[in-house]
């Protein structure tokens, strides 16, 4: 699924010649209860318990804010996976 939205994405942002597209990227996974930063630069993770712990917060207007989740710049569907 994730492979074929990403090609979507950037399928749709080369059709669109006179608009600017910026993708940003992050993957987060979910074990345990726990949330994981897949793509940390940790460059010492070994095992999955080793990488940055996410945390989900919500603000007192109720928006979600995922905390110490990497968010990267991709400028091609390959950067991207």
Do not use: C, W
């Not at 399928?11 to 597209?21: G, N, R």
């Not at 930063?37 to 318990?49: G, I, K, N, W």
Request: no cysteine; proline share 2%; charged share 30%.
């Amino acid at each position: 699924l994730i492979p074929r939205a990403i090609s979507y994405l950037f399928d749709l942002a080369k059709a669109s010649a006179d608009t600017q597209y910026r993708v940003y990227i992050s993957y987060l996974e979910i074990y345990n209860e726990y949330g994981y930063d897949l793509l940390s630069r940790e460059e010492s993770a070994v095992r999955l318990e080793d990488l940055p712990k996410v945390f989900l917060r919500e603000d007192e207007d109720g928006n979600v804010h995922l905390r110490n989740l990497s968010v990267n710049v991709a400028n091609s569907e390959e950067e991207a996976l």
